[in-house]
């Protein structure tokens, strides 16, 4: 195990590990940005593999952040990364299960967020869970559990990974998923260290903010 210092922050990465270590290097401004836009929010970080972007939040004074993944597996990364920075991690931080059982769950429980990072992988399996058939990064279906979950004026970090949508196509299809509710407002990509002529092959992340007075007529 060896530890990858970005700015104030440690993470920690097994370099053996196939595919990737357990830090993408090129959300590296995602980072940062949560880091700045999380105090005081209640954060659900979906698809949360080791942590690094829902613990960027907790760094950014989050007042709580949920970490959800199907993956057991990553419990143990997601506390070994919190316990890295000394900032405290509990069981209740980890919600580990399917996230198209989850999210629905949690609408019906009421549960309500003031910052959600969704970072589906570039092809989300079919789950058993889910009504529909699952397409792509799912943004569509995603965004719209993810509406009924953001409270006023809070914001969704989407992470856009493939090729075969626009910035602009994958953002007017969030858009029309929340019901015009949410608004694009950030773009984000990776840093200089990801040289590409052709801004659409790099990483793309949007940040849409939810209306803070919703019922006031416009
Ligand atoms: C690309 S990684 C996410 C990267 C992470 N956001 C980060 O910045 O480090 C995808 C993660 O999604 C999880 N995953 C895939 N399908 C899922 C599902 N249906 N429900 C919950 N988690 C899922 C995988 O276990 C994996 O950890």
């Known amino acids: 195990m060896a530890i990858c210092h970005e700015h ?23 980072r940062n940005w949560l880091i700045e836009n999380s105090a005081d929010r209640k954060v659900l970080n979906l698809f949360a593999f080791t942590g690094s972007l829902g613990l960027s939040s907790a760094y ?20 070994e990364n919190y316990q890295a920075n000394d900032i405290a991690f509990e069981s209740r931080n980890f919600l580990r299960g399917d996230i198209y059982k989850h999210l629905p769950r949690a609408i019906k429980a009421g549960k ?39 409270n006023p004026g809070g914001w ?35 840093g200089v260290d990801f040289p590409e002529s052709m801004a659409d092959k790099k990483l793309r992340v949007s940040i849409f903010v939810a209306d803070a007075n919703p019922d006031v007529e416009k």
């Open 8 to 30: 104030n922050l440690k993470f920690k990465v097994k370099l053996d590990t196939p595919h990737n270590a357990g830090l993408y290097l090129d959300a590296r401004d995602t």
């Open 156 to 190: 969704i970090v989407g992470m856009l990974h493939r090729f075969d949508y626009s910035w602009d196509d994958f953002e007017n299809q969030v858009k029309k998923a929340s019901g015009q509710r949410l608004l694009p407002q950030t773009r984000l990509t990776s």
């Open 112 to 150: 309500k967020f003031d910052g959600i990072i969704l970072d589906p992988p570039p092809k989300v399996y079919q789950s058993r869970y889910a009504k529909h058939k699952t397409s792509g990064q799912d943004f569509s279906a995603l965004i719209q559990y993810c509406t009924q979950l953001l």
């Open 60 to 79: 950014g004074k989050a007042s709580e952040v949920i970490h959800l993944d199907r993956s057991k597996e990553l419990l143990p990364r997601i506390e």
